[in-house]
């Protein structure tokens, strides 16, 4: 299994552009979930989902789409990319809402210049 | 509100050294907490997990406890070594849907 992965692991975006963060499981997890990480102030949820069609906002989600059209994919969209969105992203999973394990991804490095 | 918090931020010890990082939670009402381990400009590996219904969890060398009426878990470290050298994380849910909030981490140096 090759887990959870992120693609790509750095990116230079300009402000005003949009993109995508890609995220992918193969462990077959119900959920998946967003977060961004900056210094000093931990990870903060970003946006989740608990299965294929079904999606949540959690702490910090403004300026950011997902959507999750199969149980495998989950990406991150940056709609107006914004100085404040420079960040690391990292995207989990996990097996269910029984408690289960959080797998995390290796991170997606975002600088907006 | 739900918050979690570590202190310290950062810790420096000798190697051999047995240690305990701290993590508290402002809800006593937790579903499960787990442990992370991050290494400089790497994503977050997991340590332990310890359900509502667990006092403690232990893998290798490593020891978490819970104690929910406290609002507190501490993540036990023996016989530290230099490779032990990272940020440690820890993670709570409360609620059904996977939304787990995480304290700033400890920044923990092992000195050999």
């Known amino acids: 299994n090759a887990g959870v992965t992120q693609t790509p692991k750095f990116q230079v975006l300009k402000t005003g552009q949009s993109m995508t963060l890609q995220c992918a499981q193969d462990m077959n997890h119900e959920y998946m979930s967003w977060y961004r990480q900056d210094p000093g102030m931990g990870l903060r949820l970003i946006h989740y989902?608990?299965?294929?069609?079904?999606?949540d906002q959690g702490e910090v989600p403004n300026g950011y789409n997902v959507s999750r059209s199969t149980t495998e994919d989950f990406p991150l969209r940056l709609l107006s990319a914004a100085p404040s969105q420079t960040s690391v992203y990292f995207c989990?999973?996990?097996?269910?809402?029984?408690?289960?394990?959080?797998?995390f991804g290796p991170g997606t490095r975002l600088t907006v210049l | 509100k739900q918050e979690v918090t570590q202190i310290p931020a950062a810790l420096s010890v000798p190697e051999g050294e047995n240690l305990v990082l701290n993590c508290s939670f402002t809800?006593?009402?937790?579903?499960?907490l787990q442990w992370f381990r991050q290494d400089p400009g790497k994503g977050l590996t997991s340590l332990l997990l310890i359900q509502s219904s667990q006092r403690e969890q232990t893998s290798g060398r490593l020891n978490a406890s819970l104690d929910k009426s406290s609002g507190r878990s501490t993540l036990y470290i023996a016989a530290s070594q230099p490779g032990d050298s990272a940020t440690y994380l820890c993670?709570?849910?409360?609620?059904?849907?996977?939304?787990?909030?995480f304290g700033s981490g400890t920044k923990l140096n092992v000195k050999p």
């Open positions: 989990a999973s996990s097996y269910d809402s029984s408690g289960g394990e959080q797998f």
């Open positions: 989902s608990v299965g294929a069609g079904i999606t």
């Open positions: 993670a709570v849910r409360w609620d059904n849907f996977n939304k787990f909030y």
């Open positions: 809800d006593s009402a937790i579903y499960n």
